[in-house]
């Protein structure tokens, strides 16, 4: 497979996906319009070996919330990623039977190279 989970309201996103200049083979998934599905959620947890590796700590909600001072469980990430698309850390591209979580450089390094 081939995808990339995005917001496409995200300059970050938006940004990273001209750098690494995807292939016209890429399925491209707006989260805000298109929500994730459990099912996908579920294969990203299956690549990336845990629902926190997917949370994203840095959400405008996760501060809002005061969820860095509560002790939260692979669950509560898996819901929380589910119940709303600013809690996943983004982009991930899934690349055949990898995953790449994030925006830092050293990511986008990784994603470049897989291509």
Avoid: W
């Avoid at 959620?41 to 700590?57: C, D, P, Q, R, T």
């Avoid at 405008?60 to 850390?89: A, C, G, P, V």
């Amino acid at each position: 497979m081939k995808k990339v989970y995005y917001l496409k309201t995200c300059s970050t996103c938006t940004r990273i996906l001209k750098e690494v200049n995807l292939p016209a083979d890429f399925i491209l998934q707006d989260i805000k319009t298109e929500d994730i599905t459990v099912k996908q959620l579920e294969e990203m947890h299956a690549l990336s070996g845990s629902y926190e590796a997917l949370f994203s700590k840095r959400s405008k909600l996760y501060k809002e919330m005061d969820l860095k001072n509560q002790d939260l469980s692979e669950r509560d990430y898996k819901n929380y990623i589910l119940e709303h698309y600013t809690f996943l850390s983004r982009p991930v591209f899934i690349i055949d039977d990898a995953i790449f979580i994030g925006n830092s450089k050293k990511t986008v390094e990784a994603v470049k190279a897989a291509l």
